[in-house]
């Protein structure tokens, strides 16, 4: 738990404000980590983005997702506060949907450092926001000296094509970006996000079993091996309810939808469209489903 700020204008203590509201059991900072949630266009149940710091010394700011004008100064100030203590080295995004970039020209530009991330992120970001450092599996961001402030960079596809993953081994903590989240679950949207990857990689992360998982929304995660052990089996569940809303005969996507997730409220079904048809497609490459345009029955 963390008191964001104790000095500066009046702009300073706006942030502390903000982060009061937010729940300041919700700010977290550590030994070379600092997460600041912040407002942005996400999907429900969250509200918020975590924008990290990482490294002691050498500092990148990973996702930077403030939208508003508000937060972005808020944010701004933040980091103004800190450039005393640390030297920020560059921005850098875990991978390309809105609510994880909303803000990284403006601190680029303001810090005069790059903006990172993986090259197929920067292919998607295209016209939009230009990335000046390309990350592959295996580079490393070194936040300082020591060996526990050496941060790898894992390719996580699944979510996002570009979805990186930034893991310290010594310590074992991970920045998740958006491969779980503390509350609710992650959205696969075909055709850039892809379910079976997503499984793949969700097992791969368990298997270095992290001691801390900082995910892009919500509290830092204490028990991140019990959780994705969690998502991994309620995919699957969602994965067999979605097999047996399948008839023989061939219906659209939204009939399906609706016997897959009887529970939900109908002004969500849009949303669990996209997971369902995730679901569909991993069906059909197993050899349980079939399609004929934009209708499925089971095979």
């Not at 600041?36 to 990290?52: F, K, Y």
């Not at 450092?113 to 292919?123: E, F, G, L, N, Q």
């Not at 990335?131 to 936040?143: K, N, S």
Request: hydrophobic fraction near 40%; proline fraction near 6%.
């Amino acid at each position: 738990m963390i008191s964001l700020l104790t000095r500066g204008a009046k702009l300073l203590a706006e942030a502390e404000d903000t982060c009061q509201m937010l729940s300041r059991a919700n700010v977290h900072e550590d030994d070379g980590l600092r997460v600041i949630p912040l407002r942005s266009p996400t999907l429900p149940p969250a509200q918020h983005t975590n924008m990290c710091w990482v490294g002691r010394d050498k500092c990148w700011i990973v996702d930077p997702a403030a939208h508003t004008s508000e937060e972005r100064a808020r944010a701004l100030a933040l980091i103004d506060a800190a450039a005393d203590e640390r030297t920020f080295e560059g921005v850098l995004l875990t991978h390309h949907h809105r609510d994880h970039v909303g803000s990284a020209a403006l601190l680029s530009e303001h810090l005069q450092v790059p903006v990172a991330a993986h090259r197929i992120t920067a292919d998607l970001l295209k016209g939009q926001l230009a990335v000046d450092r390309l990350l592959e599996e295996g580079d490393v961001i070194v936040g300082g000296p020591e060996e526990d402030d050496r941060w790898h960079v894992l390719h996580t596809p699944g979510h996002a094509s570009g979805h990186i993953v930034l893991w310290e081994p010594v310590r074992r903590w991970m920045i998740g970006g958006d491969m779980m989240a503390a509350t609710g679950t992650i959205v696969i949207e075909p055709p850039d996000g892809h379910m079976s990857t997503y499984l793949a990689q969700l097992d791969r992360l368990a298997g270095l079993r992290p001691d801390r998982f900082v995910p892009a929304h919500g509290a830092v995660i204490e028990d991140p091996v019990e959780r994705l052990a969690f998502y991994q089996s309620h995919r699957l569940k969602r994965e067999a309810r979605v097999r047996g809303s399948l008839r023989s005969e061939l219906e659209p996507l939204r009939a399906i939808t609706e016997r897959s997730y009887p529970e939900l409220d109908r002004a969500l079904l849009p949303l669990a469209d996209r997971s369902c048809l995730a679901h569909l497609i991993r069906l059909e490459e197993l050899g349980e489903a079939t399609r004929d345009g934009e209708r499925w029955s089971a095979r």
